[in-house]
């Protein structure tokens, strides 16, 4: 069987920049343990497999290991796959997904997510976390994924897992986002997950569900600017709506081709 493979970096302008995900149409769902297997072959964070039927759009998301509940940047990558490759002809582009309808809008070469807000509340540390970082946290939150919060952009960028540590916990689906006020951006990130092929995911719009509402809330912002500080980096467009959030970002092809399975 031949399957079209095309391969996007999410929230950036720049090749080499952003998140990388892979992005399979299909006419039909393929055995999950297929799909887990393109996947990890593909080896970038996640690979979006999606089929049309017309008025919506199932699309769901996989790791080399697993099959996640919401992934922001593949989900902007198939957007900007049937936008801008596919030439999908409407404007707002509806996904039937695991967290429910996503609807993203596409205007001027951005791509505006609608996704679910994901309040985080405070929470302790696990001893496998802290002790797995070098600078330990002023506050800790959690929703999906645990939210720690630093003084500075500086920390954030200083930030070291010892990940033989960091490793023996499972936070499945979760991961570890740490953050802070940034300098020339309302906030920084950077996201870690622990068991996975893939420690630092380079650009995460999932997490910005607990991210947006979190530093709306402390900054008294609705609209924010946010930055990713992995080394490849992105930048992401925020909007806080009380129960849902806008994730917002561009995207470039990087290479366009063809897989075949037995």
């Known amino acids: 069987m031949k399957l079209e493979l095309y391969q996007i970096d999410a929230f950036t302008e720049e090749i080499f920049h952003g998140n990388p995900a892979c992005v399979v149409p299909l006419q039909e769902w393929l055995p999950d343990e297929t799909l887990l297997q393109i996947a990890r072959e593909n080896a970038v964070a996640e690979t979006a497999f999606f089929i049309d039927n017309g008025d919506t759009i199932h699309l769901r998301w996989f790791t080399p290991e697993i099959e996640m509940d919401l992934c922001g940047h593949a989900t902007l990558a198939t957007a900007h796959c049937l936008a801008s490759i596919l030439k999908y002809q409407n404007d707002r582009i509806v996904f039937q997904t695991k967290s429910g309808e996503l609807t ?12 679910p807000s994901r309040i985080p509340e405070p929470a302790s540390l696990p001893d496998n976390i802290a002790q797995s970082l070098n600078i330990q946290p002023k506050e800790v939150f959690k929703s999906r994924d ?21 490793d023996l916990i499972n936070l499945d689906p979760g991961g570890v986002v740490v953050t ?12 870690f997950t622990p068991q996975s092929s893939i420690l630092e995911d380079p650009v995460t719009g999932s997490a910005h569900c607990s991210l947006i509402p979190f530093w709306s809330l402390r900054s008294g912002k609705d609209q924010l600017f946010a930055r990713q500080l992995s080394e490849r980096g992105g930048e992401l467009y925020c909007e806080n709506k009380n129960e849902r959030v806008i994730v917002a970002g561009k995207a470039r092809t990087y290479s366009t081709g063809h897989l075949w399975i037995e």
């Open 146 to 166: 645990y939210v720690l919060v630093y003084e500075s952009e500086e920390d954030i960028k200083k930030i070291q897992i010892e990940r033989s540590v960091f």
């Open 104 to 115: 993203v809008d596409v205007k001027d070469g951005v791509y505006y997510m609608d996704f």
């Open 180 to 191: 802070a006020a940034g300098t020339d951006s309302d906030f920084v990130s950077r996201y």
